[in-house]
């Protein structure tokens, strides 16, 4: 780490601020866009899955559940 720290300290500021992140986005960019883009996805199939479950369930509370109480009550 000391080399490291040695190289940098002699360039000027622009290039350990502005040159490295960018040439590390440009680099990793790819990676980077992929794995937010399958995060994202992951997260919008996941809010997908839950509203159409609780839909479901709505349904099916709305017609079979109405009904048995009905039936039920009629006794």
């Known amino acids: 780490m000391d080399g490291i720290r040695q190289i940098f300290a002699g360039m ?14 440009f680099v990793f960019g790819g ?3 992929s794995i937010l ?9 996941l809010l ?3 509203g159409l479950v609780g839909g479901l369930i709505f349904v ?3 017609f079979s559940g109405g009904g048995s ?5 009629e006794w």
């Not at 883009?37 to 199939?45: H, R």
């Not at 109480?69 to 009550?73: I, L, N, P, R, V």
């Open 12 to 25: 000027p500021w622009w290039v350990k601020w502005v040159a490295v992140p960018l040439l590390a986005l």
């Open 31 to 33: 990676v980077i866009t």
């Open 37 to 45: 883009g399958a995060l994202i996805g992951l997260v919008f199939k």
């Open 48 to 50: 997908l899955f839950v």
């Open 60 to 62: 099916v509370k709305k």
């Open 69 to 73: 109480k009905s039936a039920s009550g």
